[in-house]
């Protein structure tokens, strides 16, 4: 199989259908390669336009006269053909085709135009009707959401396979905001050249991605697909959330990309069977994927919980129960050791309560405690900044602990800005964070879920 | 029953251990007083200092000269017992006992002290052990978390009985962040006299409390609870979130709050017999309560969903299923109406998918032909804010439609800062928003629930 690099790494990139116009996609497409981190050479093309934001425009690619590692076709359905057609002159051999119009909207005909014409030169298309692919590595950028709209995420190790443009827009923007990072993302739209299955295989090669996401409708070669995940799951993490499971969900998927969603018992079976981990929604999909990505495996599945809110920790719990996870109990000596030199108020077992009054240092000595002892097999952290000893020194307490991956760690912290900004930061060291218990225990189920996998 | 009013409407408070010191709780409640929307007096008393924050200050309560209308207590517990006995000669009524270290860590003895001292005046007191009191419109707060660390919501209609303080000060926070707007909360503490039935009641009779929502592990007395329930959910509705529902939960409330957790079966049961709607998770909680409170009753629960993604209204046709709700499908002419207004790439029919292109005229259209439209029950807006058309103005739109309130009507939007805001604003008109499709699902789902019950 042929590498996808000239996609993600391409030295120099045309932009067919570059546009003056700010709130048309060529212009914003252009304009992404210009102001991102992308290192390579950027050709606006448009036969209606002599200068584009300070750059020399073409009438065509075959006007350009260095090489084309990439090509970017935003032209409408009709002249889009004639684009390819073009790039097969240029010698170009990677096109990504966001263009619109085509099978989605019934023109199968002229589908079969598009991929005849990329046949004939040799070239491989991501497309048509796409959002487009983002590398946050190399800057490679064909969304044609403005910035203002759509933040880009840091660059980092998820990488996520979407068969909707939207559901692959409003990630990135949420990752942003989050500060999750993100590697190579691609919405493949029609997939009438490069297809899931080819995506799936070149991701599992790409030493960038440590962790794949997939949003899927409907394979368009199911027996394909599955066989392509079970070799990728044995590499890498591949966790999936597929949409249309059920009747009335499926009815819209015929009408939105073509293909058939096929029936919910039969794809989560597949799923299992191919070693994909099976989320249940967008916001799972990427919990799971920090979990996995993040975080050494899980040797078991008993949990030390370790809280200032007595709350949150019995809802954690409950969850927990819910996730197939254990309460773990640390050894006597050890909890007898942690009473001794905590406040009397505070509850120690099971879930480990400091109470309104901890401070940072209590959060340390208990994860240490955690680390060490033999009948813990994962970590918990609980922290509400709401109380008033609690600083952002606990920030460093739990990176440090997380630094060791002896021992998975999640960190649960709900609230407003100060708690957002704090979670923010832990993000940036490598901690999965989570608002809520449910969220957290359903994604080190999953951690569990893979650990097993690959033990 | 006598009515709570003088703990929510006091026209002067006492701060009971009041302190200089920024990091102690006493000193944050008096600064709350003050620089809140509490219009009242507010008198700081604390033997060891004479001004306080530039206002006089009291070495015991009975010194202030002036009538009292509630106390807050935030002294250790051994002097919490003089302090009541202080407030009972002084003839204060209402009492809030901010401090711990009673029944909850073992001196049951202290807390019957408590309880004699204050029956013996004739004193209601909330508590102890509570994070407190907070009422949006008053100004009355006795949260003892700074504001910087946990921000204080607008006022509106949500009121909330809480038995974790945790969960509650977790809760306020977020919902300042989200623009969600709150009328009482109360973390009850250890009931020992005021518990989660008369608090119930209150609510059911304060005109400023649209829906009331609870936290509860486990009530002091079940039996006394459901009656109480039962009567109030005929009148406003309420939603529960039940901690320590499974085993490993359960055993932890035993430790928590002192309360049986009880089994989690019969508690559902015993929720849906006293018309509580049951949430599962926190975020349920207060979607549940937004819905409900802003929007009216849905006849049924057929839903049309308008959508600029094809991928979300997928899943969000999947979440409605599994929430037992269906999809609409207006009548055949209406239909034939919009595709002819429509471009011709957008989709019409259960899901209306406007894709990408989409801008707030088209939006106004299909909301319009919804609400007019006899087999529509509910409305579900899904705006993905990322695509370059669509502007601000889909908000007017949508708080227009909603104005009528002829339908309920949901708005989804995912992604980063940009969205947040625009929600943010319609959360300001009382169109309840959500930021994934399984959110909202369960919120309609909740609401054509309280809907059959109020038919």
């Known amino acids: 199989m042929a590498s996808l690099d000239g996609f993600f790494r391409p030295e120099s990139v045309a932009v067919i259908g570059a546009s003056r116009d700010p709130r048309k996609p060529g212009h914003v497409i252009f304009r992404n390669f210009l102001e991102g981190n992308f290192k390579g050479k950027v050709y606006p093309v448009n036969p209606n336009a002599e200068v584009l934001i300070g750059r020399k425009c073409y009438p065509s690619v075959t006007d350009i006269e260095g090489r084309i590692d990439l090509a970017v076709i935003v032209v409408p359905a009709e002249a889009a053909i004639k684009a390819m057609e073009d790039c097969g002159k240029k010698g170009i051999k990677n096109v990504v085709v966001n263009a619109g119009g085509f099978r989605e909207t019934g023109n199968s005909q002229l589908e ?13 298309f991501i497309g048509p009707n796409t959002l487009g692919i983002f590398d946050a590595h190399s800057g490679v950028d064909t969304l044609f959401n403005p910035k203002y709209k759509l933040e880009r995420p840091q660059a980092g190790g998820i990488s996520f396979i979407s068969q909707s443009g939207a559901i692959m827009s409003v990630v990135l923007d949420w990752m942003s905001m989050k500060g999750y990072k993100a590697s190579k993302f691609i919405s493949y739209g029609n997939a009438a050249d490069i297809d899931e299955s080819e995506l799936l295989e070149y991701l599992a090669s790409d030493s960038r991605t440590k962790v794949i996401c997939m949003y899927i409708e409907g394979a368009r070669n199911g027996r394909k697909f599955f066989d392509a995940a079970k070799r990728v799951s044995g590499r890498k993490p591949i966790i999936a959330l597929k949409g249309g499971k059920t009747e009335e969900g499926g009815k819209a998927v015929s009408s939105h990309t073509g293909s058939l969603a096929g029936q919910a018992a039969i794809y989560s079976a597949a799923f299992r069977q191919a070693g ?122 739990v990176a440090e602990a997380a630094r060791e ?46 650990s097993m996998l690959s033990r």
Chains 1, 2 share one sequence.
């Open 405 to 450: 991956r002896k021992k998975p760690i999640a960190f649960i912290a709900a609230g407003g800005r100060f708690t957002e900004v704090l979670k923010k930061s832990l993000e940036d060291y490598g901690v999965p964070t989570f608002s809520y218990p449910e969220r957290a225990a359903a994604a080190l189920k999953a951690l569990n879920e893979y």
């Open 112 to 124: 079969e135009q598009l991929i005849k014409a990329a046949k004939k030169h040799g070239i491989k």
């Open 276 to 397: 994909i981990i099976e989320a249940d929604d967008i916001e799972q999909l990427f919990d799971f994927a920090r979990m996995v990505s993040s975080q050494p495996a899980a040797k078991g599945n008993r949990v030390q919980i370790i809280t200032d809110g007595g709350g949150f920790g019995i809802l954690f719990a409950d969850n927990m129960a819910r996730n197939g996870l254990q309460l773990a109990m640390m050894e006597s000596g050890r909890l007898e050791d942690l009473r001794k030199r905590l406040p009397e108020h505070a509850v120690v077992g099971s879930i480990i309560d400091l109470t309104g009054d901890v401070n940072a240092e209590r959060y340390g000595m208990c994860i240490s405690a955690a680390m060490d002892d033999g009948l813990v097999d994962m970590i918990v952290v609980i922290a509400l900044f709401q109380v008033p000893a609690l600083t952002g020194e606990i920030v460093e307490v």
